[in-house]
């Protein structure tokens, strides 16, 4: 049973580029989360997303940042023309429906802008 | 709102020694759940525990314990006998009940040392 699977584990970017970040849930799971953590900093929440629908992207900066969970395959968080400042650790988690005993985070997906 | 807070920000102790990590939370939810998660240099994220708020007991495993203090919104961890590979930032979070409060939040971290 697979564990919550995040690619590429490094993504390089030069500014302007875009860049996609993919997170594949732990089977069985329905609801996915992505959090972004930059440079010695704690985590923080983006975005809660359940299958073709966004719950709650109250942490999405307005601009250049989506987030999609399609019916089927991977959750994609796609930033636009990227700047320095989106470098930093992504990473996602997933939940079953129902009863909420916890998520299960990925390894992260380290993107660089350069 | 919610908000962790953890005001060690780095901590250094010698091997073997124990260490105890502060976190102090805030929350309106009446139910909700804390946790603790490691993040060594590799980078990934170690889930340690998850508690419910309802579940004041203290709880053990191994060389780590945990304190949940409802009176004083605290939850610490204790390492005892502390190791090298016990060296990572460990982070706290805290997750409300509600509907539409899955998110977790998490406090700051602390970069734990551990001398050899």
């Known amino acids: 049973n697979a564990g919550v699977m995040q690619n590429p584990r490094h993504l390089v970017r030069r500014r302007g580029q875009e860049a996609r970040l993919r997170c594949s849930p732990m089977k069985g799971h329905s609801h996915v989360y992505w959090y972004r953590q930059l440079p010695e900093e704690g985590l923080k929440f983006m975005v809660y997303l359940q299958k073709e629908n966004i719950i709650d992207e109250s942490g999405m900066p307005k601009e250049r940042f989506s987030a999609e969970f399609p019916k089927e395959g991977p959750s994609i968080l796609r930033i636009q023309q990227v700047v320095r400042g989106d470098s930093a650790a992504y990473f996602c988690a997933s939940s079953p429906q129902g009863e909420w005993h916890g998520y299960t985070f990925g390894s992260g997906t380290r993107l660089t802008v350069v | 709102a919610q908000k962790v807070t953890q005001a060690q920000t780095e901590i250094s102790v010698v091997e073997k020694e124990d260490v105890t990590l502060d976190c102090v939370y805030e929350t309106r939810d009446t139910t909700y759940y804390l946790f603790w998660y490691k993040q060594p240099p590799s980078g990934e994220l170690v889930f340690l525990i998850r508690r419910n708020s309802f579940d004041e007991q203290n709880e053990i495993s191994g060389r780590y314990s945990w304190n949940f203090q409802k009176s004083t919104s605290s939850f610490n961890f204790t390492i005892t006998a502390s190791q090298v590979v016990d060296s990572a930032v460990y982070f706290c979070?805290?997750?409300?009940?509600?509907?539409?409060?899955?998110?977790?939040?998490f406090g700051t971290g602390t970069r734990l040392t551990i001398i050899p």
């Open positions: 979070a805290l997750r409300g009940s509600n509907f539409g409060n899955e998110k977790l939040t």
